[in-house]
């Protein structure tokens, strides 16, 4: 029997609320927390639509049972009211470094919890850590966004997370039905930095006008049989999430990881990827994509 049945999700964002939900699928008892009510009533909002796309799909077999998901998810901006009783917890606030050793500082203080997860996709879990009471209990959990489609969790074990830390991450990763790859603290853990590379390269294609976004996604779907091709993934990403990592490997590793400059030319436009509605590709409200940007013929 698991020990933990009760999490604590730090930050009701898109990854937040995707992990919440996927907790919530498979029974365990979810404390969603943000800074204030409107940001938590946006993550139970998402949950529930996503829940309701299930539905629609034939996904899940009634409204009970999406009832009884959503039951299982409580909104709180409370720390303290988020961690009691809470049996873990794992933060997804957003990827910035100093942010995510306060929150998990704060946190280590307020409960007692047996794993402090952290889904970063790049940053050093080991540092992170060192911010807490508990660096023993401190593990990555990087989820992949969309986080209820999308089935790999790297587990990233830190230069003091213990071996209990570890097998109750695996175990918790095992138990919501997603595949579970251990990976090192190292810069980029294995995932982003081979995912940056790719990603990297296709933008200095766009810009370098080797190929169009259509063409150089349509290489990697059809030619290697990637399910989503590496410009229509930095818009699910984020542009600047791709740009933070980019910057921070950069700094790390070295020039292989220099961001180009059309990258931050977007991000600094506003032109964000699927949460802005604009990116390599345009996107409608409902998240759907409309094609590749026209803007960046004129580039």
């Known amino acids: 029997m698991t020990e933990l049945n009760t999490v604590a999700v730090l930050g009701a964002g898109t990854m937040g609320h995707g992990i919440a939900q996927v907790l919530a699928q498979h029974g365990v008892t979810v404390r969603l927390r943000d800074l204030d009510e409107g940001r938590v009533e946006a993550g139970l909002a998402g949950v529930r639509a996503n829940l309701e796309g299930a539905l629609a799909r034939g996904k899940l077999a009634s409204e009970a049972e999406l009832a009884q998901i959503l039951g299982r998810i409580t909104g709180e901006t409370e720390l303290e009211a988020a961690l009691d009783g809470a049996d873990a917890l794992i933060e997804a606030i957003p990827e910035d470094l100093e942010l995510k050793k306060r929150v998990l500082s704060e946190a280590s203080l307020a409960g007692d919890v047996k794993l402090l997860g952290t889904n970063t996709s790049s940053l050093p879990v080991t540092e992170i850590a060192q911010a807490t009471r508990f660096p023993e209990r401190v593990l990555g959990l990087h989820f992949f966004n969309p986080v209820h489609l999308q089935s790999l969790v790297e587990v990233v074990r830190g230069e003091r ?25 190292s810069p980029g853990f294995a995932s982003s930095r081979l995912g940056l590379v790719l990603g990297l390269e296709a933008i200095r294609m766009v810009e370098g006008r080797v190929a169009s976004v259509d063409a150089v996604d349509k290489a990697m779907e059809l030619g290697y049989r990637h399910k989503m091709g590496p410009l229509m993934t930095t818009d699910y990403v984020g542009l600047d999430v791709r740009l933070s990592i980019a910057e921070h490997l950069h700094h790390e590793i070295g020039e292989t990881f220099r961001p180009p400059l059309l990258l931050r030319r977007m991000v600094r436009a506003g032109k964000l990827g699927r949460k802005s509605g604009e990116g390599f590709y345009r996107w409608d409200e409902s998240g759907k994509c409309l094609g590749p940007s026209e803007a960046l013929g004129e580039i």
Do not use: F, H, M, W
């Open 161 to 185: 997370s213990s071996a209990r830390t570890v097998e109750l991450g695996l175990e918790l990763v095992a138990r919501i039905n997603k595949t579970p790859i251990l990976v090192q603290d």
